[in-house]
């Protein structure tokens, strides 16, 4: 999923890089938490909170432009986002 495109249901999830490797992390660490600190490393340049949400609100928007009731990405207030369990899989 690093350099290639994911997919959801049979569809491709166009991406930037950044957000590529956001959802990355966070579905290799799904069920967990995924701290801000620990998206930073992901993102090679904005390193702030405000950047990591910005990627995460495009993973989302590209998510739902394949699949409107996607909710598989969950906000943990003043910690970071997690990978809720029970989503599907994006193929890489």
């Known amino acids: 999923m690093w350099q290639r495109t994911p997919t959801w249901r049979g569809e491709r999830i166009n991406l930037p890089l950044t ?19 620990d998206l930073f490393d992901v993102v090679k340049s904005g390193r702030n909170r405000d950047n990591v949400r910005k990627h995460v609100s495009t993973i989302r928007d590209a998510f739902r432009e394949v ?10 207030p003043m910690r970071g986002f997690r990978w809720v369990d029970g989503a599907r899989k994006p193929r890489a």
């Open 67 to 76: 699949d409107p009731s996607f909710e598989g990405i969950e906000n943990v």
């Open 19 to 37: 957000a590529q490797r956001i959802l990355a992390t966070l579905y290799q660490r799904r069920g967990e938490v995924v701290s801000y600190e």
